[in-house]
């Protein structure tokens, strides 16, 4: 448990741009009851010095919703992936440890270029194409089962984590991951995203689908519980599917 009447003390790996290289700086601030490491984050712009009482530049890093939906927040705390929203100070062992991803390209500080993410969505076309904008009527109906399947896969945030602790991912290599194979199963699987299934599944297989070792690593990290490795199973199975009839067809 934290000691009230003394000061947080946590370190930051801190990066000034891009070019630049990494440094740690220690930072102290006063105790509050149900800080979060956000909280001490952005107490280093009310008491802008380092343990050393030099003058300290206040740490960048993104936040949003707080309420570990957005996602932008996530980081490495004491060694693992999470969202610094919900790390609270009190379940952390101390002095507290603070770095940015190390699998996406740093910002500056704790802020990191997730666009390849986003990139991996726009390749396996990661939503529901819509004609028109006019009354299309009632939807499809989906069987209770599936929408349960589905609302699961859907509570993913794009927040990295699943990425960060996968060993065979990186930000420059073939294997797309774990995050958008599970967006595309996602997809595949609703009524309104049958039509364009069979150009997810030829981007998941263009793109690596099958470089997944199964280090289940992404199920350990993600903090929504998703079930990841199911989704990779089930693509590689439609992926099986659909290169049988691309054999036939030809």
Request: glycine share 6%.
């Amino acid at each position: 448990m934290t000691n009230k009447t003394e000061g947080i003390k946590f370190k930051v790996k801190r990066q000034d741009c891009p070019e630049s290289k990494s440094y740690n700086q220690e930072f102290e601030v006063p105790y509050e009851h149900g800080m979060n490491v956000i909280s001490l984050l952005m107490a280093t712009r009310q008491f802008p010095k380092d343990t050393q009482g030099k003058d300290a530049t206040p740490v960048s890093f993104e936040s949003a919703c707080l309420e570990e939906v957005c996602g932008s927040c996530t980081m490495v705390i004491n060694g693992k992936v999470q969202q610094a929203c919900t790390a609270l100070v009190d379940n952390l062992s101390h002095p507290i440890s603070i770095a940015p991803m190390t699998k996406f390209p740093v910002q500056r500080d704790l802020m990191v270029d997730r666009s390849n993410m986003f990139e991996a969505l726009k390749k396996v076309k990661a939503w529901i194409q819509v004609d028109g904008v006019y009354d299309l009527g009632e939807g499809p109906r989906v069987d209770p089962s599936i929408q349960e399947e589905n609302y699961s896969l859907s509570r993913c945030m794009t927040c990295g984590c699943c990425l960060e602790a996968c060993p065979q991912w990186t930000n420059d290599n073939g294997f797309i991951g774990a995050q958008a194979i599970s967006q595309a199963v996602l997809f595949n699987s609703h009524p309104n995203g049958q039509s364009t299934k069979d150009e997810r599944t030829s981007a998941l297989i263009e793109n690596g689908l099958n470089n997944c070792g199964n280090a289940q690593e992404c199920v350990k990290a993600c903090p929504k519980d998703i079930p990841l490795t199911d989704s990779i199973a089930r693509a590689n199975k439609e992926a099986t599917a659909f290169s049988i009839q691309s054999l036939l067809r030809n």
